[in-house]
């Protein structure tokens, strides 16, 4: 069975390193950035070969929120709906991106003692906004399947 924790540091790894914008696990990155990835474990499921019943494959989904804040210390600033498009933007080709040439991904996600076989936009429901303290928000949910290596 493939654990879930390997995954989830991986994908935040990958999303982090391919955008250069920090990624907190559930909670604000340390520092208090003024825009940032939030990465949330959602669902899982695990499967396997017929008959077998070892539940040897999984496919988890993460969803990444991204959140532009107002600057601290700036009275009226607010966080911008183009801000958070633009990083769901790059968050969409950091995790789906491919090379057109060789149809790799353009980065890996590398997980030990496993394979990705697939990676997937799950759901995209998209901007949100909270006027009381000028934040902004775009959600997406990404899968991905996974297979013993």
Do not use: N
């Not at 990444?64 to 498009?85: C, H, I, N, R, Y």
């Not at 040439?101 to 394979?115: D, E, M, N, Y």
């Not at 076989?117 to 759901?123: A, G, N, S, V």
């Not at 998209?126 to 991905?144: E, H, K, L």
């Amino acid at each position: 069975m493939i654990e879930r924790l390997p995954v989830t540091a991986a994908v935040a790894d990958l999303l982090a390193t391919a955008t250069s914008i920090p990624v907190g696990r559930g909670r604000m990155p340390l520092g208090g950035p003024q825009h940032y990835y939030l990465l949330y474990a959602v669902d899982s499921t695990v499967s396997g070969a017929p008959f077998a019943d070892e539940h040897e494959d999984a496919s988890f989904v993460y969803q990444v929120t991204s959140v532009s804040a107002p600057a601290p210390g700036v009275k009226g600033s607010a966080g911008m709906l183009d801000q958070v498009e633009l990083m769901a933007d790059r968050a969409r080709t950091a995790l789906l991106g491919r090379d057109p040439a060789t149809g790799a991904w353009r980065h890996p996600l590398v997980v030990p003692g496993a394979s990705v076989m697939c990676r997937d936009l799950d759901t995209e429901p998209g901007g949100t906004s909270d006027p009381a303290d000028g934040i902004m928000t775009y959600v997406q949910r990404f899968r991905f399947d996974l297979t013993p290596a």
